[in-house]
């Protein structure tokens, strides 16, 4: 609850470029929470941890090395590259 | 294959079939997670490219009903959490008090939503043939703040100038928004009914200290829909509201 | 052991899961939560599907007998290639070997009674069901002419064809697929018998595990990005639209994270065969057995990293190509691994030519070329010329037929006297095998150089100076033909009137020999206690080998 008003009273804040860090820092503390406390993470076999563990980071290749595509190719202010042989 | 009291056939021991079914719960997860995942992937791809028209988008949302909504659905998680620990101490009727309290709140949560897509329908801003960022603006609806019709006007208009296609790509965001969110809701559904099937389940008196892994396997799932949904009130509400 | 005294080498145990009565005729096979009768009802349907994909097969080679096309129109043409790779690629090849050779043999080969989730696995075969039949609609309304890779906006605005009906029906198959990955992974981690360690599952198992960790990871992304790919047909959304906003790469992105890995899906099973067979057949321990588990892992692993080398010519960022790039020849390093071990394990030993052999042999000489030219494409340079081309149509059948599907062949000859308590012809089976082999080669070498030479891909004509190829590749595939249906034609033939086959017929040493066949429904008359290593041929007395006429060979050479 105090997570959820933290969220919105940041929100109206403006950090500048670093908004959508400490909005997603906020929601990632929240849902580790729950994961831990209300879903017992805390308390289960080290197994169900690891699988917690790699559905996360597998999430995070699928982000991260797509993303290493888009940001290394030059902006245009439009997702689709000039370079490929279409005309939008 | 057959079943004695609560132990499948296939099974060694109650310990062994309640390990099982928990496992297969948390791996049913990780099939979740990519799922939105990939949502989410998209979502990051098309913020990052238009992110002017993705801040009016979440601007049009309401913040006190999604704030509400976050606050009703993390309360069902405290009273499914609630439930699972009633049947783990043997307190029978509390755990179908708490069921039926997540339930509830789970269906205030659903209701709300309801509300919000009629608001998005009325505005003309369901993706499709009648979309249209600039409607509402110039269609006051009944109960309007005038001066926040007057700002979200102006919004437009900056935006507009600053991107002609402001509507093809706001659509993008709003496909997300009702996507993701209807993804979700789709999920609390499910949760709803398997909820239906838990309470039951609790009237029959089932759920003991020693067998209760139906409602803690449920629970695991209700706390992930919760969890997506935390994920999401930032991303989709929050995007733009510093101004 | 089992106190039920096993049934004698040539009769049939009385009662088994084939005969067992719980139920009457077609409803208890319909409403079976018997792990091995699942097992048969997929063994059905995957067999339909390839049937499909194989009458299309033959379509398309007809085809292209002439340099000018002879049997269809171009748009015929397209939905020819697109709906063999659908019917192929989901409906044969991905449930393949999980789904009837794993889904029958993980329980026993460990020593439990049946799956973890013995309703879910039914119910994955409902969806599979499901799934197909979409998928048949969608064949039978007007076909898909996209290509099985469905890239946007084709798939999602401007085709013509059933495409919604389609994405819908390998949606809802995505789903069989999860279940089954997700109930092998539970089974293999909490259902083990007592003494069934880690490390003495057999490697089939291993490589299940490795399958399953695959299936559930990335079908999710399959799954939702047809949906998405859908959902913009039916409502005109933008995501991979250019005139809307969207991007099409985002598309390829996101199908390949799935796609990629989902022919580690198609191939780790079958090296999980050939693992089995190998060392039965050499009569030896197989070589480095903590190597081949863990490679098993890593190429699942691995094979999540490498998506966008199917993407190298699209404009991705050349840093992204270098990664991607780099990345696929890292994937190779743990299948050497395996091809070496495998080598390693026929080196002196006691070798017999047996139907499943063949098969296991005729795998690690195709899988080494079709691997090897996966590593051509992965080099930057030359895949500019040869993408898009018959070269990769070569290299990925390579891996496909020549490894997956060989893979598949074998497991069924091996297993078959399990399944089905009978052998076969022996001189026939071999022969088969053969026919297989040189059909296979003479329909696919040929497209290696086409593809060199520049025959693109996907093309219903081509330059006449390449017909002799086009004409060789088809009298291959004529052969590769027979070579299938010799085998569909003696395995029904054998369940009726095959030699009865006894418990071990091979002898081989995983669990699962040591039970009846065909098993009994509850697969062990009494929960088996696992006191030996896996494939060690010398501390078996059980298995007679010593009283035998073929001597066992040294376990590992002349030390």
């Keep these: ?88 | 294959m057959h079943r004695t009291g609560d132990l499948y056939g296939h099974f060694q021991t109650l310990e062994q079939q309640k390990e099982t079914a928990t496992l297969g719960m948390w791996i049913f997860l990780v099939t979740e997670v990519l799922f939105f995942g990939g949502l989410f992937l998209t979502y990051t791809i098309n913020r990052s490219a238009f992110s002017t028209a993705f801040g009016i988008g979440s601007n049009t949302l309401d913040i006190t009903l999604g704030a509400g909504n976050t606050v009703v659905l993390i309360m069902s998680s405290l009273t499914m959490a609630m439930a699972v620990w009633s049947a783990q101490v043997g307190k029978k009727k509390l755990v179908s008090i708490f069921l039926i309290a997540t339930l509830g709140l789970g269906t205030v949560f659903l209701g709300v939503k309801a509300i919000e897509y009629k608001q998005k329908f009325d505005h003309h801003l369901v993706p499709g043939r009648s979309f249209d960022m600039k409607y509402h603006p110039t269609h006051p609806m009944p109960g309007d703040d005038p001066k926040e019709l007057a700002l979200e006007k102006k919004e437009v208009e900056e935006a507009f100038a600053h991107d002609p296609d402001i509507n093809a790509h706001g659509q993008l965001y709003f496909s997300l928004y009702f996507g993701m969110t209807g993804l979700h809701a789709l999920h609390m559904i499910v949760g709803a009914g398997l909820l239906l099937w838990l309470i039951k389940g609790s009237f029959a008196g089932r759920f003991t200290p020693q067998y209760n892994t139906p409602v803690e396997i449920v629970g695991l799932y209700w706390h992930f829909v919760d969890i997506v949904w935390i994920y999401l009130f930032p991303l989709l509400y929050l995007i733009d509201r510093h101004r | 052991m089992s106190n039920t005294p096993p049934a004698p080498d040539n009769e049939l145990p009385d009662t088994h899961y084939l005969n067992a009565t719980y139920g009457s005729g077609i409803r208890s096979w319909l409403l079976t939560t018997d792990h091995k009768r699942i097992a048969l009802l997929y063994l059905a349907s995957v067999t339909v599907f390839f049937f499909i994909g194989g009458v299309l097969a033959t379509m398309i080679r007809i085809h292209l007998l002439t340099p000018t096309g002879a049997l269809v129109t171009p748009e015929t043409y397209n939905k020819l290639f697109t709906m063999h790779g659908v019917a192929m690629i989901f409906f044969f090849l991905i449930p393949s070997i999980p789904a009837v050779l794993g889904n029958f043999l993980i329980p026993l080969m460990i020593g439990a009674k049946d799956l973890a989730f013995p309703k879910v696995n039914l119910l994955s075969w409902y969806i599979y069901i499901l799934g197909g039949s979409f998928v048949l609609y969608s064949f039978g309304t007007g076909g898909l002419d996209t290509g099985w890779t469905f890239y946007t906006p084709l798939s999602s605005v401007y085709s013509n064809s059933a495409v919604t009906p389609a994405v819908i029906g390998i949606f809802i198959n995505g789903f069989s697929s999860i279940l089954t990955g997700l109930n092998f992974i539970v089974t293999i981690h909490t259902m083990r018998a007592p003494g069934m360690t880690w490390f003495r599952l057999p490697l089939f198992a291993w490589a299940h595990y490795a399958t399953s960790l695959v299936m559930i990871l990335g079908t999710p992304v399959i799954a939702i990005t047809l949906l998405l790919a859908g959902l913009e047909r039916m409502f005109h959304l933008g995501f991979f639209n250019p005139a809307l906003g969207g991007d099409p790469i985002l598309f390829q992105h996101l199908f390949w994270f799935y796609s990629h890995p989902a022919v580690y899906i198609m191939i780790l099973p079958a090296m999980g065969v050939v693992s089995e067979i190998i060392p039965t057949f050499a009569r030896k321990p197989i070589f480095g057995y903590a190597f081949i588990a863990g490679s098993s892992i890593a190429i699942a692993v691995i094979g999540f990293l490498v998506w966008a080398h199917h993407m190298f010519v699209t404009g991705e960022s050349t840093y992204a190509a270098l990664t991607f790039s780099f990345l696929s020849y890292l994937v190779a390093i743990p299948s050497a691994i395996k091809v070496f071990n495998w080598t390693s394990t026929l080196y002196k030993g006691s070798i017999s030519w047996d139907p499943p052999m063949i098969y296991a042999l005729g795998f690690i000489g195709l899988f080494v070329i079709g691997g090897l030219t996966g590593l051509f494409l992965a080099c930057l340079g030359l895949d500019i010329h040869i993408h898009d081309t018959y070269f990769v149509v070569a290299h990925f059948h390579y891996i496909m037929v020549g490894g997956a599907v060989m893979g598949y062949v074998g497991g069924l000859h091996f297993w078959w006297p399990k399944i089905t308590g009978r052998l076969y012809p022996e001189s026939l089976s071999r022969a088969a095998a053969v026919v297989l082999f040189i059909g296979f080669n003479l329909t696919f070498f040929p497209q290696f150089i086409l593809g060199y030479l520049g025959m693109p891909r996907r093309y219903h004509t081509y330059p006449p100076e390449f017909q002799v190829l086009n004409v060789l590749s088809t009298a291959g595939a004529s052969i590769l033909a027979l070579g299938y249906l010799l085998p569909m034609i003696y395995l029904t033939w054998s369940m009726r009137y095959g030699k009865v086959a006894g418990q071990n017929p091979w002898p081989a040493t995983g669990l699962e020999w040591k039970t009846d066949s065909p098993p009994p429904t509850e697969n062990f008359h009494v929960t088996p206690e696992v006191t030996w290593e896996p494939y060690d041929f010398q501390n078996r007395p059980d298995l007679g080998l010593s009283a035998g006429a073929r001597p066992l060979a040294p376990a590992h050479g002349d030390d």
């Design chain 1, 1 to 88: 609850m105090l997570g959820t008003a933290i969220t919105i009273w940041a929100a109206f804040q403006n950090f500048g470029k670093f908004n959508i860090v400490i909005a997603l820092a906020i929601a990632t503390i929240k849902a580790t929470l729950v994961v831990l406390y209300f879903m017992h993470a805390r308390y289960s076999p080290k197994r169900t941890q690891l699988v917690i563990v790699c559905s996360v980071f597998w999430l995070a290749i699928m982000l991260a090395l797509t993303l290493a595509d888009y940001d290394t190719r030059p902006h245009e202010g439009r997702l689709a590259s000039a370079n490929t042989c279409y005309h939008a």
